[in-house]
């Protein structure tokens, strides 16, 4: 069973994750704390006793966006040790999402926290400390990742040596247990985000956790192109190709957006080819 430390500096929110945790029967004991000087001295104290000591913690629930330190900065520090408790970031924010699986964690679980979303956490940590080889292993897909792929209506998968692989028409990508269905010809570009990428459309962007370069080579046949290291780009949404002193850059609606010199060349043969057909 677990032994918890929940970390949040607006008192009510914690105590509701107090409750839904301590109503948890893998959760053995749960603490809290209202700010970070507080819950650092609690973990100070859990390290020194060792994990089998009285004080011991094997997961914190930890807001991120609190007065002085932030759930980022202590993470950061605990990182530093050599068996640090296991983080579960608790946050109304999805976009430090990619900081915090940088720093290992467990988890990310959107507010307001529902029950079955904590309680996946929860059973991830467990796993994790369950583990015969003690290893923690990179993080489940708790941030926007790719899932498997809905093919077109009415489309019957191919068989056989023969069969011709299909483009996927939506990408499916999962934010706080909610899945959305993403239409790839509603995507404009891609950024890439380190191990992750976010997918840009008219109606605002999602991440996935998948690298650029994979989606490169799926979306290729959907007229997607490398523009830069950083950006994919769909061939059609691209307004305006712009050459001025030195730089190529084009605009993707609102966006602009820088063209590697490698790449510039043969994105202006491609647009060309495309409007004279």
């Known amino acids: 069973m677990l032994r918890v430390l929940a970390v949040d500096d607006e008192k009510p929110l914690l ?6 945790l301590r109503s948890d029967p893998r959760v053995r004991s749960a603490q809290g704390a209202s700010d970070a000087t507080g819950a650092l001295r609690r973990i100070t104290r859990a390290l020194e006793g060792g994990p089998d000591g009285p004080d011991g913690i094997d997961v914190v629930f930890l807001d991120i966006q609190m007065a002085g330190l932030t759930g980022l900065d202590i993470a950061r520090l605990l990182s530093g040790f050599a068996r640090p408790p296991l983080i579960v970031f608790v946050t109304a924010h999805e976009g430090f999402a990619v900081q915090a699986f940088d720093l290992k964690a467990v988890d990310y679980v959107l507010k307001p926290v529902r029950p079955e979303r904590l309680a996946e956490a929860v059973r991830r940590a467990r796993a994790l400390l369950g583990r015969p080889d003690g290893a923690q292993p990179a ?22 040596a023969g069969a011709v692989e299909r483009v996927p028409e939506q990408i499916a990508v999962e934010l706080g ?20 990428a976010r997918l840009h459309t008219d109606g605002g962007s999602h991440l996935v956790r998948i690298p650029l370069s994979t989606l490169e080579e799926r979306w290729a046949a959907r007229g997607f192109v490398r523009i830069h290291r950083r950006h994919l780009v769909a061939l059609g949404r691209i307004d305006e190709l712009r050459m001025e002193a030195g730089t190529t850059s084009v605009r993707v609606g609102p966006a602009e957006l820088q063209v590697s010199r490698r790449h510039a060349r043969d994105l202006r043969d491609l647009l060309m080819r495309r409007a004279t057909g």
């Open 177 to 196: 247990g909610v899945t959305r269905f993403v239409a790839i010809a509603d995507i404009a570009y891609v950024e890439a985000q380190g191990d992750y």
């Open 139 to 160: 993080p489940g897909p708790a941030v926007p990742d790719l899932r498997t792929p809905v093919p077109p209506a009415g489309a019957e998968a191919g068989a056989g």
């Open 15 to 20: 105590e509701e994750l107090l409750y839904l």
